[in-house]
């Protein structure tokens, strides 16, 4: 269910990681090796071959993810950016629904923080100490106080399309987008120049599944919680 558009880049997607001698193994080998191989990033579930699909969330360059989508997506990234060695920053004004992810992650480290709609405060980010801002503000959030920056990414929920979502749709470097009407989907897909197959895919998306694109590249990605998620957070879902 994997659909890219054509283009030399993927400005948008996991950052080229590092390039060392080439190593090579027998065609009768290759079932031995457990562990995928690819570049840097947040593997955030699989794509329709069955391949990683990563987001290259800690940059070097300011770096904007705006999902269209539900709170589970949302809090399962989180999570693994966590695990990472990000520091995760959640803008939020239902504290009460990031409270139990905040308490669990990091095991016992303080690697997430809960800060009320507009009162977060400066992070310093660094190489060795990136950040994510997830920016849980409802339909119409506002401009945020902490904006996107070297080693210290911003991703913003919005749980349906809104008003707002052009003006964070143009500027994101990254956008995903779960289940949504087939007005939503239109609109949508003229905002991000898709074909009108993925247009139409939109409103039928399954929960779990997530269109991740920019205006040159897309992948239907499919994600699915590890029994560690699941006992924090539940089943995938599309409503909170």
């Not at 990681?17 to 990033?41: F, I, K, N, Y």
């Not at 803008?91 to 308490?103: D, S």
């Not at 070297?150 to 979502?165: C, D, E, G, K, R």
């Not at 247009?199 to 269109?211: E, F, H, Q, Y």
């Amino acid at each position: 269910m994997s659909v890219r558009a054509r283009g030399r880049g993927r400005p948008g997607f996991g950052l080229l990681g590092p390039r060392r001698t080439r190593h090579s193994v027998r065609p009768e080998q290759l079932a031995s090796l457990a562990v995928p191989v690819g570049d840097d990033g947040v593997v955030i579930g699989v794509d329709g071959d069955g391949r990683p699909a990563v987001i290259g969330i800690n940059r070097p360059t300011p770096y904007d993810v705006t999902l269209i989508g539900g709170l589970w997506t949302a809090q399962v990234l989180a999570l693994r950016a966590a695990a990472t060695g990000a520091r995760i920053v959640v803008e939020t004004g239902r504290a009460h629904a990031w409270t139990k992810l905040a308490q669990a992650a990091g095991a016992g480290q303080p690697c997430v923080s809960l800060h009320d709609v507009g009162r977060v405060p400066a992070q310093g980010p660094s190489a060795g100490s990136p950040v994510v801002v997830v920016r849980d503000c409802g339909m119409r959030p506002p401009r945020g106080r902490v904006a996107s920056g070297p080693w210290q990414s911003v991703v913003t929920l919005l749980p349906y399309l809104s008003p707002v979502a052009p003006r964070l749709l143009e500027k994101s470097s990254l956008v995903g987008i779960q289940r949504v009407s087939p007005d939503e989907a239109a609109q949508i897909g003229q905002l991000m120049h898709l074909p009108a197959d993925a247009t139409r895919t939109l409103s039928t998306l399954t929960d779990g599944v997530t269109l991740w694109c920019t205006r040159r590249d897309r992948q239907f990605v499919m994600t699915s919680a590890t029994d560690a998620e699941s006992g924090l957070l539940g089943s995938a879902r599309r409503m909170d």
